[in-house]
Each structure stands twice: as C-alpha cells, then as structure tokens.
C-alpha cells in the first residue's frame, strides 16, 4: 500500500495541536521535546511500523515501544488517544488528581509498557525483551526511543554493550536528536558527538535521518534490520518545538507552558501547516 | 553444634528443578555465576542463564523486560551491588511497573566480612522495604530457602530473596511449610519475644535456651517475611509477652527491627530492643568475628532480653 505522507504529515500536526491544547490545560508538560518526537511518533503508531492493537495492547505477540523520554508522557498519550488505545476526551485529565495520565508514563495507561521517567531505563528493557523474544524465536520487535541528552546516563552504555553482544537485530533504538537537554545545548554540557561513531564503535547498525521527514521515517524504521545480528540505531536529527517558530530551538520551551496567548499563536500556525 | 549448611546450594538446586519444569524460567548474573552457586544452572540451561557482565542497572532493567516478554527472571547477583548499584531500575523498572522479576541478594549482610564495607549489605532490607509493591524474604535455614523460592516462583509480582551464605544450622522440621507474609512460632514463651530473620534464627533459638536455664521462657519467632511482615504474630507477641527483641543482620536503621516497631509502637507499645549494625561501617573481620563484634550472637540476645524484662520491673 503506497504511504500517503501528506495524511501522515497532517495527522503528526493535528497530534502537536492536540498535544499543546492539553499542556496548556494541566500547567504542565514538556513542550519543546514533544513537538521534537511527535512525526515519529505518528509513524510509528497511525502508519503501521508497530504492529500493535489497540483493542488488546497486552497482546503476547505484540511490539514492544518503550518511551525511553518519559517525560514525553503528553505526547505519548495524545498519540495513544490517536490511534485508539483510549478516548481522546480523557486526554483532558492529564496530570489532573488521581488520573492516569500521570506526568510520566505508567502502565496503568493501555499501550504503555513501563513506568518510565527516569533517564535512561528505557534501553536496558527493551534490550530484555528483545531478548526475551530471541529465546522465544518470536517475530515480535523492540523499538525504543530515547533523548540525546538522555544518553550521558550510563545505563545506556551498558545496555549499548550487551544489545551488541546479544545480536539483538529485533531490537531499534531512535535517538531524538533534538541537540538540546533541559538547560542548554547538549553540546555545550556533556558533548555527545560524534554520536554515530559511538553507537558504531558499540557495534551497532546506525542509520542518521531526519526525524521531521515521514519519507525518510518510514523508509527508515521499515527497514530494520538494517544488518543481520547488529541492533539498529535511528539517530533522528530533530528540532526541539518542531512546527511552532517561536518555540522551536529555544531552551527555554523545555518544560515551559504556553500562556493562552501563545497557544493561540501556536495553534494557529500548526493549523496553517496542514494541508 | 550442628551440621551447618550454605543456603545458597539450596537456592540454586530449586531454581534448577522448578527451571526444568517451567520454560519461562531464566537466570541473570552479573559475572558472579559460581558466587551464587549458578554454575550447574548454566551447563544444564545454557540459553537460560545470561551473564550480563558487571552492569547492574543493565541487569535489572534486562530483568524488567524479559518479565514483559513472559520470563520470569531470577536476578541473583552480590546483594549489596544488586540493591545499591540498581536500586533505580529496582524501584521504577520492577517494582512500579510491575513486572515480574524476583531479585536474589546473594551473601548479604556480613557474609563478606573481611572485604569490607563496600562488600557488606546492611543496608538493603531498608532501602528494599521503603519501595511500594515490593515482598521481602529473609530465610533461615536451607529448607525455608527452597521453599522461599517456590513461593517466590508461584507469586506473580516483585519479590526479593536474601540469599546467605553463612553456613547456618537447619531450624525447621521437615515438614514445615513456608508463607509468604507469615511469621512461624518456633519456641512457645510468655515472659519475653526473640523475633529474628535469617541467620539471626539459629542464634535466637539458642538464645532462648540460655534464657530458659535461668527460668525465663522466651517465645521464638522466625519472621523470614520481612514485607509484608506478620502484623498478627507482632501484636500477639507484644500483647501476650510484653516485650519483643528483635535480631537481624542488616543496620538497625529502617530494617527488620524498624518494621516490628512500626507495629508495635501503633498498637500495643511494649518495650523493645533492636539488635543489629548499629548505624556504622561494618570493621574488617570474618563474619563470625562480625556477629561477635556488634553482639549478634545468643549471649548478646539473651542479654539484651534479661535487660529489657528488667527494665519492666519484673
């Protein structure tokens, strides 16, 4: 079936409106690194790269996705909402008291595989159940995706090493290359480049796309395994507020809230790109 | 004196058989495979036990995956890297999400004993115990060891096992049977309470017949369910023999001790003695000069007993 991108393309936007609107009525969220994942998240979940159902997301044969960037949470959930794992209407109670959509991801929530939040757990898990389904012989596939700033958290390096040693060619890693951590440039902090030659040396099959390009998404993540017996490392170069200019690029969108006046603003240029 | 028995063969010798008739069953290491008597394990499964390297957090989050794939890992590494090194992974990859992965802290306490505090593990039954949905077993004796697993396999959830390996006498008749979350009588006594975990039984045990040569008739009890602990065996003790001595081989801070205290103080006060490492870094010594050392032995139970039932003024 041939991928309508200009669909994709609009859905991805419809999820960054969606995403805003519900940032903007908790007081709280993480925008900047939202806006940055949300065409992957969109290829991933509306365009089929996971096989996932969400009528029965506990299925064993499943896909795993584990949210690495859990503080991404409002972006998962709109997506999850999206394509059906729950009512869009309670994506209106994040972060509101006793609601499930916690400010950080947790299982409780369907679709979600692990209570993620603190950097760097996601890869170590999803390097056990990609083993888990190696021992099984199963098709099922890990996928996982993390911040770059993320990556100074040394578990990943551990997790790095034995995904290497395990042969884990079921198991993907998409790194949000988005160049910023909370306060700065992760260049400016702890340097991550040359952040290719890292994973390579590590022994993994890297692939470096652009993470807003569904074209370059698609081809990219249904391509795996990109080489028998190496796990597959998706740098994808992003921009952090991807799709809103006054956001986009600015540390200060990490966490910040947009005031009516700005969603406004937001919104109306996020409506004006899809087409 | 008793034949004494390292509670780590019977550890391993029930992971194998419950392994053999359950597939899901897997083992994880941190390069400690013989330390925790997992060798045979790995020549008779050898595509069931991964040694992971020295990578603990690594480990423990491997473990939490490999439960959502439909394993069920035993992750049996040195107690005090297993809960210090992971302790993260422990609480948001295993206990908060749920997955179910039974993590075994090998030689805890002060099986290490000359290597140092960096070896000691005094601290994990605290730190373990402060975690949300998390159960804790401390057994006693190799048949409590084997059962613990069992029970640990059976019960769908976290669930962390203190493996010593200090060899100790066998306290239990063969035909007890282990529960999770209930304390056993192993002596009946009204003047006086000895309720202890692990290593800490025997010498209870032994501490109660010093006591009963002086007339005093001390109850037992072996609460190797650390969490949830024995609520109704804690306040039966206090209500039906006035005070309670508790030994454990871990700091007295936020452990076993703190746990029967936390009951005591909140239903029927009674006065207590909380006997353990209290609140420093273990000295260089064997195990034996160690439980010496900070008086965890059945002359220093029994002493801290006939000083309390003193202090009530009876």
Same mark, same amino acid.
């Given at each position: 079936?041939?991928?309508?991108?200009?669909?994709?393309?609009?859905?991805?936007?419809?999820?960054?409106?969606?995403?805003?609107?519900?940032?903007?009525?908790?007081?709280?969220?993480?925008?900047?690194?939202?806006?940055?994942?949300?065409?992957?998240?969109? +290829?991933?979940?509306?365009?089929?790269?996971?096989?996932?159902?969400?009528?029965?997301?506990?299925?064993?044969?499943?896909?795993?996705?584990?949210?690495?960037?859990?503080?991404?949470?409002?972006?998962?959930?709109?997506?999850?909402?999206?394509?059906?794992?729950?009512?869009?209407?309670?994506?209106?109670?994040?972060?509101?008291?006793?609601?499930?959509?916690?400010?950080?991801?947790?299982?409780?929530?369907?679709?979600?595989?692990?209570?993620?939040?603190?950097?760097?757990?996601?890869?170590?898990?999803?390097?056990?159940?990609?083993? +888990?389904?190696?021992?099984?012989?199963?098709?099922?596939?890990?996928?996982?995706?993390?911040?770059?700033?993320?990556?100074?958290?040394?578990?990943?390096?551990?997790?790095?090493?034995?995904?290497?040693?395990?042969?884990?060619?079921?198991?993907?890693?998409?790194?949000?290359?988005?160049?910023?951590?909370?306060?700065?440039?992760?260049?400016?902090?702890?340097?991550?480049?040359?952040?290719?030659?890292?994973?390579?040396?590590?022994?993994?099959?890297?692939?470096?796309?652009?993470?807003?390009?569904?074209?370059?998404?698609?081809?990219?993540?249904?391509?795996?395994?990109?080489?028998?017996?190496?796990?597959?490392?998706?740098? +994808?170069?992003?921009?952090?507020?991807?799709?809103?200019?006054?956001?986009?690029?600015? +540390?200060?969108?990490?966490?910040?809230?947009?005031?009516?006046?700005?969603?406004?603003?937001?919104?109306?240029?996020?409506?004006?790109?899809?087409? | 004196?008793?034949?004494?028995?390292?509670?780590?063969?019977?550890?391993?010798?029930?992971?194998?058989?419950?392994?053999?008739?359950?597939?899901?069953?897997?083992?994880?290491?941190?390069?400690?495979?013989?330390?925790?008597?997992?060798?045979?394990?790995?020549?008779?499964?050898?595509?069931?036990?991964?040694?992971?390297?020295?990578?603990?957090?690594?480990?423990?989050?491997?473990?939490?995956?490999?439960?959502?794939?439909?394993?069920?890992?035993?992750?049996?590494?040195?107690?005090?890297?297993?809960?210090?090194?992971?302790?993260?992974?422990?609480?948001?990859?295993?206990?908060?999400?749920?997955?179910?992965? %039974?993590?075994?802290?090998?030689?805890?306490?002060?099986?290490?004993?000359?290597?140092?505090?960096?070896?000691?593990?005094?601290?994990?039954?605290?730190?373990?115990?402060?975690?949300?949905?998390?159960?804790?077993?401390?057994?006693?004796?190799?048949?409590?060891?084997?059962?613990?697993?069992?029970?640990?396999?059976?019960?769908?959830?976290?669930?962390?096992?203190?493996?010593?390996?200090?060899?100790?006498?066998?306290?239990?008749?063969?035909?007890?049977?282990?529960?999770?979350? %209930?304390?056993?009588?192993?002596?009946?006594?009204?003047?006086?309470?000895?309720?202890?975990?692990?290593?800490?039984?025997?010498?209870?045990?032994?501490?109660?017949?010093?006591?009963?040569?002086?007339?005093?008739?001390?109850?037992?009890?072996?609460?190797?369910?650390? %969490?949830?602990?024995?609520?109704?065996?804690?306040?039966?003790?206090?209500?039906?023999?006035?005070?309670?001595?508790?030994?454990?081989?871990?700091?007295?801070?936020?452990?076993?001790?703190?746990?029967?205290?936390?009951?005591?103080?909140?239903?029927?006060?009674?006065?207590?003695?909380?006997?353990?490492?209290?609140?420093?870094?273990?000295?260089?010594?064997?195990?034996?000069?160690?439980?010496?050392?900070?008086?965890?032995?059945?002359?220093?139970?029994?002493?801290?007993?006939?000083?309390?039932? %003193?202090?009530?003024?009876?």
């Amino acid at each position: 079936m041939p991928i309508n991108f200009q669909a994709l393309h609009n859905k991805a936007y419809e999820i960054r409106q969606r995403n805003l609107i519900m940032i903007h009525e908790a007081g709280g969220g993480h925008t900047g690194g939202d806006l940055s994942s949300a065409d992957i998240l969109a +290829a991933l979940y509306l365009n089929g790269v996971l096989n996932v159902d969400p009528k029965n997301p506990r299925a064993p044969d499943r896909d795993r996705f584990f949210m690495s960037k859990g503080h991404g949470s409002g972006l998962l959930y709109t997506t999850l909402a999206f394509a059906g794992f729950f009512p869009e209407e309670e994506l209106a109670t994040f972060m509101k008291p006793l609601s499930r959509l916690n400010g950080h991801p947790n299982v409780h929530v369907p679709g979600v595989e692990a209570n993620t939040g603190a950097l760097g757990h996601g890869l170590p898990m999803a390097v056990g159940t990609a083993m +888990a389904a190696k021992m099984d012989g199963a098709a099922w596939r890990t996928f996982v995706l993390t911040g770059d700033g993320e990556l100074q958290e040394g578990s990943n390096w551990e997790a790095a090493m034995a995904a290497a040693q395990y042969q884990l060619d079921n198991l993907t890693l998409i790194i949000d290359r988005n160049r910023f951590q909370m306060v700065d440039r992760t260049e400016r902090i702890i340097g991550l480049e040359p952040l290719a030659d890292k994973w390579r040396a590590f022994g993994w099959s890297v692939q470096e796309i652009n993470g807003h390009d569904y074209e370059e998404i698609m081809r990219t993540l249904t391509a795996v395994p990109f080489e028998v017996g190496k796990p597959n490392c998706v740098i +994808a170069y992003t921009h952090k507020g991807e799709g809103v200019s006054f956001i986009k690029d600015r +540390a200060g969108w990490h966490h910040r809230v947009p005031t009516e006046e700005e969603l406004n603003t937001a919104l109306e240029e996020l409506r004006g790109a899809v087409q | 004196m008793s034949e004494l028995h390292d509670c780590r063969k019977a550890f391993a010798n029930t992971l194998e058989d419950l392994a053999r008739r359950d597939p899901r069953i897997v083992a994880l290491s941190n390069d400690s495979i013989s330390s925790a008597s997992l060798s045979h394990f790995a020549e008779e499964f050898p595509g069931r036990l991964f040694n992971v390297g020295i990578a603990e957090q690594n480990m423990v989050g491997i473990a939490s995956g490999m439960a959502n794939g439909g394993k069920i890992p035993f992750v049996a590494a040195a107690a005090c890297f297993l809960t210090g090194r992971a302790l993260e992974q422990i609480k948001n990859d295993v206990a908060y999400t749920g997955t179910n992965v %039974k993590l075994c802290g090998v030689s805890p306490g002060l099986a290490y004993g000359p290597l140092g505090g960096t070896h000691h593990s005094i601290e994990d039954i605290a730190w373990l115990r402060a975690i949300a949905n998390m159960t804790i077993i401390v057994p006693a004796d190799p048949l409590e060891t084997e059962q613990a697993v069992r029970a640990a396999t059976d019960f769908v959830g976290p669930v962390y096992l203190r493996i010593s390996r200090m060899g100790v006498p066998v306290v239990h008749a063969a035909d007890y049977r282990f529960e999770i979350g %209930k304390a056993v009588c192993l002596r009946e006594g009204t003047d006086v309470t000895l309720a202890a975990c692990g290593t800490l039984v025997p010498r209870a045990l032994e501490a109660a017949a010093l006591l009963e040569a002086e007339g005093i008739q001390a109850r037992v009890i072996n609460m190797a369910t650390v %969490k949830p602990i024995d609520r109704e065996a804690i306040v039966a003790a206090a209500v039906e023999t006035g005070g309670i001595v508790t030994a454990e081989e871990h700091t007295i801070y936020g452990g076993f001790g703190s746990a029967v205290a936390e009951i005591v103080a909140t239903t029927h006060p009674v006065p207590m003695r909380i006997l353990g490492i209290p609140g420093v870094f273990a000295p260089t010594g064997s195990s034996e000069f160690l439980f010496e050392h900070f008086g965890l032995t059945p002359q220093g139970i029994h002493d801290a007993a006939l000083e309390l039932i %003193k202090s009530r003024g009876l």
